[in-house]
């Protein structure tokens, strides 16, 4: 399952990339047909990567929301929903021990 994360996040980093080589195409092309000073450029930039951080900031906080998704489409469960179940049994087995002893 962990290999199905790896490639979600390695799809969004190439994603990420890629977007960020086009937008500076777009912004090397615009300056040299005269449409963008150096200063809208250097601006442009930054202003994206401040979309970037708050993209990626956004994709750490909906990763675990993503991951539980996955793995209950696969039909398994988080670790913690086992350790809740393990507790829960241990519960069942002492009433049921405590009712044998009765």
Known sequence: M???VDKGITTFFALWLLAHELADDFIRDTIEKGKMTPE???KF???FAVRVEE???ELKKSIPEITSRA???VGLVPAEEVEKLKVRIDELEEKIASRENQ
């Open 2 to 4: 962990s290999d199905l």
């Open 71 to 73: 793995l209950k489409e």
């Open 55 to 57: 993209g990626k900031e």
């Open 40 to 42: 809208e450029k250097k």
């Open 45 to 47: 930039l930054d202003e």
